[in-house]
T-cell receptor
Framework: EPEVTQTPSHQVTQMGQEVILRCVPI?????FYWYRQILGQKVEFLVS????????KSEIFDDQFSVERPDGSNFTLKIRSTKLEDSAMYFC??????????????FGPGTRLTVL | DQQVKQNSPSLSVQEGRISILNCDYT??????FLWYKKYPAEGPTFLIS?????DKNEDGRFTVFLNKSAKHLSLHIVPSQPGDSAVYFC???????????FGTGTRLTIIP
């Protein structure tokens, strides 16, 4: 069964450093997403990406964040200068289509980011 | 932003009995509701969904009920099995809008 994969599973970084989280969405999916879950809190939407551009972003997704699809398979989330409060589990998701039906998003296993 | 709420952080149910997980929402514009299940160290896994034009959707042991007037949905699992022990999230979406809005989750423990 196709699945979303994410690397690394755990990333530890120093405050102020840049990190890149990587995701390989399901191959025939067209929509890509990043969510995060701070420990003990709800899963929060960060950004959605379609046709090589951001289609929606939350207020969390400020100038420190960026996303990219550098090739036909990878989807990355970059945090330019990490803060302590960026420590969270980051989930990548992908879906076939939006609208006209339910928006079943398939999630990867997550990357745990720890900022020291 | 508490558009989707799950007021019970945890629930324990005997194996074989019915598990009922509840979710309330405040935004009447939501078109679609979904339930995800999450095991530790894994991503959320889609379970079942329901459109706002329906009041019930069933898939095997899982049934989701939607009460639009009360802005309430529930997930019924019957019979409950030990493998159902996980955190369950309800989520809501609008047609044509990619963002899923999640609740805080309910940890379900099935007691053998």
């Amino acid at each position: 069964e196709p699945e979303v994969t994410q690397t690394p599973s755990h990333q530890v970084t120093q405050m102020g450093q840049e990190v890149i989280l990587r995701c390989v969405p399901i191959s025939n999916h067209l929509y890509f997403y990043w969510y995060r879950q701070i420990l003990g809190q709800k899963v929060e939407f960060l950004v959605s990406f379609y046709n090589n551009e951001i289609s929606e972003k939350s207020e969390i997704f400020d100038d420190q964040f960026s996303v990219e699809r550098p090739d036909g398979s990878n989807f990355t989330l970059k945090i330019r200068s990490t803060k302590l409060e960026d420590s969270a589990m980051y989930f990548c998701a992908s879906s076939e289509a939006v609208g006209g039906g339910y928006n079943e998003q398939f999630f990867g296993p997550g990357t745990r980011l720890t900022v020291l | 932003d508490q558009q989707v709420k799950q007021n019970s952080p945890s629930l324990s149910v005997q194996e074989g009995r019915i598990s009922i997980l509840n979710c309330d929402y405040t935004n009447s514009m939501f078109d679609y509701f979904l339930w995800y299940k999450k095991y530790p160290a894994e991503g959320p896994t889609f379970l079942i969904s329901i459109s706002s034009i329906k009041d019930k959707n069933e898939d095997g042991r899982f049934t989701v009920f939607l009460n639009k007037s009360a802005k309430h949905l529930s997930l019924h699992i019957v019979p409950s099995q030990p493998g159902d022990s996980a955190v369950y999230f309800c989520a809501a979406a609008n047609f044509g809008n990619e963002k899923l809005t999640f609740g805080t989750g309910t940890r379900l423990t099935i007691i053998p």
